[in-house]
């Protein structure tokens, strides 16, 4: 079963002066798969990242993401993905359909798009009551919900979530890890970076970086068959030692 | 473009909500052109001034009693000759000393002029000004006085000396300055802050992942203040011309011009400040320490440029502001065309376009 690759990357590097951040990563993602992106702190998994999502130009390698080349379509590659930060992706002081009609205008959604998309997410995400206030109002777990649809608005290829549960409470990151897979079951593949490693869990397949190398790829089963771990905390535990 | 409407009208909630901002963009200018156009006024009151005569006749005293019977001096202290002159001034009480000449009665007889030397204190220009231009009006006063009946008039020639700080001719003319001050302070200060609000919130991550290129990002943030600086700078002209009765002696047109250039010149150096700053901490800081205490003190709008050292006043060239108060003082207040100030425009231009490249290069590399 050889599934159609939507990211792939050969050697990809970036260095900065005489600091390799990322040494020469290569993988593919592929279509509709929830793909963990792991790492401790530093290990180059945001500059990576930032590489695949158009801000950050390689050193050297290549990567396609969405079918276009990190080089020569970064504007293209913006167009087919979504994104959201560890930090907030909305503004605080607007209201939380103001945010909406925002995100959706610099996507380029027409102000009929914007209206139908709003309204079903108002009504999905059971909203009514708040729709009108200001985000600084809501709880962060509602927030990160409400961030995670509007990445969603202009309904990406691929969305990349940048550590998109940190620091909320088991409760809803348990809902927004189903939020997750109800993304990836309609298509729309899913890269996120993490480190809670109970979260590596729920991912089809995960991919570990160490100092700018990525030095396992595989289903979390397969890892912790071949690490002989129990879990992947302990994969990662053994990985990160060395 | 649409793209780009929406992005400024969210730029314009971030500035309606913001209350802090509201105040500084609106609040700030009124009180501003307020406070200094009241607290710098035109009028005196009992200014304590010394009397030098040296001829004491009829006319010099009934010309000091007219003097000290104003409400605008009182007599402080009569002196006798000029070797006292300079330690009155040196106690600080007396601002202006008057000197008749020997023999004024019988000069303005005979040769139907005589003179009197108005040496004023200028450590404070706006009154050295001031009290001279009143003494000349009592002068003429009397003079129209005793000339009713005469045929040849008699002529009291005033010479005003300024002592301590020659260099008045520029002085004070305090609205140019409050205008520069606070269309630097909205468009440089108020812009830096809002773009490094994004880079602290995260949000400019999300919208350089966004489709818009980073310029459209930074112009839609830049518009709003470019809209709002320019209400500011006709709220100031009309302030300064209706209750100040400051009249425009030169083309609006133009002057609207040199404006709107202007704010573009401090957009820019908001742009370039928050290339260089991370958080709005930082960017207040460096707008306030490095752009505001600069434009205040090197721009000559308080302090005379050319009676500056002269290192200073190199420096002072490459403060916008400095140019920009020339341009409005030409423009408002003698009334000249562009071609009397081309060369500051071009400073101006030059600079915004210096400001701009930095920028870019330094935009270009963050994003590396």
Redesign the interface.
């Known amino acids: 079963m050889k599934q159609e690759s939507i990211i792939q990357v050969e050697n990809l590097t970036k260095k900065f002066n005489d600091f390799t951040a990322v040494n020469a990563i290569s993988f593919n993602v592929k279509k509709g798969e929830i793909f963990g992106f792991l790492g401790a702190n530093g290990a180059g998994k945001t500059t990576a990242m930032k590489m695949l999502?158009?801000?950050?130009?390689p050193t050297s390698g290549n990567a396609h993401v969405a079918g276009y080349n990190v080089f020569k379509n970064p504007?293209n590659i913006?167009?087919s993905?979504g994104?959201?930060?560890?930090?907030?992706?909305?503004?605080?002081?607007?209201t939380v359909k103001?945010n909406i009609?925002?995100?959706g205008?610099?996507?380029?959604l027409?102000r009929k798009q914007i209206e139908v998309k709003r309204r079903l997410l108002v009504e999905e995400l059971g909203l009514q009551d708040i729709a009108n206030e200001?985000v600084s109002s809501l709880p962060l777990g509602w927030k990160q919900k409400i961030a995670f649809s509007v990445a969603l608005l202009h309904e990406p290829k691929i969305i990349?979530l940048d550590e998109p549960t940190g620091g909320v409470d088991p409760i809803t990151r348990r809902q927004f890890w189903e939020m997750i897979y109800k993304t990836a079951n309609n298509g729309t593949t899913v890269f996120v970076t993490t480190h809670y490693m109970d979260e590596a869990e729920y991912c089809d397949r995960v991919s570990i970086m160490v100092d700018g190398k990525i030095e396992a790829l595989d289903t979390p089963k397969n890892l912790k068959k071949q690490f002989n771990a129990e879990n992947m905390n302990d994969v990662f535990l053994k990985l990160a030692r060395g | 473009m649409?793209?780009f409407i929406?992005?400024i009208?969210?730029e314009f909630?971030?500035i309606f909500?913001?209350k802090r901002s509201l105040f500084i963009l609106f609040g700030m200018p009124i009180a501003q052109i307020m406070l200094f156009g009241f607290a710098i006024t035109n009028e005196i009151n009992n200014v304590d001034i010394a009397i030098l005569d040296k001829s004491k006749d009829a006319t010099t005293i009934e010309i000091i009693n007219k003097i000290s019977s104003s409400k605008y001096f009182s007599v402080e202290q009569l002196i006798n000759n000029e070797s006292e002159i300079e330690p009155v001034f040196k106690k600080g009480k007396v601002k202006a000393v008057l000197i008749f000449e020997k023999d004024f009665s019988k000069k303005l007889v005979k040769e139907n002029n005589a003179t009197l030397q108005i040496i004023t204190d200028a450590t404070d220009p706006n009154t050295a000004n001031t009290i001279s231009n009143y003494t000349n009006s009592i002068l003429q006063k009397y003079q129209q006085e005793i000339n009713k009946n005469i045929k040849i008039p008699y002529q009291i020639i005033p010479k005003s000396h300024m002592v301590f700080n020659p260099e008045l001719k520029s002085v004070f003319m305090f609205v140019p300055g409050v205008m520069t001050i606070i269309l630097m302070l909205v468009s440089a200060m108020m812009t830096s802050i809002s773009i490094t609000r994004e880079k602290e919130?995260?949000?400019m991550?999300?919208?350089?992942?966004?489709?818009?290129?980073p310029f459209q990002v930074i112009i839609g943030k830049v518009v709003p203040y470019i809209f709002l600086s320019i209400i500011n700078a006709i709220v100031i002209v009309l302030l300064s011309i209706f209750v100040f009765k400051m009249p425009v002696q030169g083309s609006l047109f133009l002057l609207a011009f040199e404006s709107v250039l202007f704010i573009i010149t401090s957009l820019s150096l908001g742009i370039l400040i928050s290339t260089l700053s991370s958080t709005q901490q930082t960017a207040m800081m460096i707008s306030l320490m490095g752009l505001m205490l600069p434009t205040i003190l090197l721009s000559g709008f308080i302090f005379p440029i050319s009676s500056m050292p002269l290192p200073l006043q190199i420096i002072s060239n490459i403060i916008p502001a400095k140019w920009f108060i020339i341009i409005l003082k030409g423009i408002m207040l003698k009334g000249v065309g562009i071609s009397f100030i081309w060369k500051e425009t071009s400073f101006l231009l030059l600079m915004t376009m210096i400001f701009i490249a930095i920028s870019v290069k330094k935009y270009k590399i963050r994003?590396?």
């Open positions: 999502i158009g801000i950050s130009t504007e913006k167009k993905i994104y959201m930060s560890q930090k907030f992706a909305l503004y605080d002081d607007l103001e009609t925002f995100f205008g610099i996507y380029g027409s200001l990349f | 649409k793209r929406g992005f009208k969210k909630y971030h909500r913001d919130l995260g949000t991550e999300i919208l350089l992942v966004s489709p818009l290129k994003l590396e």
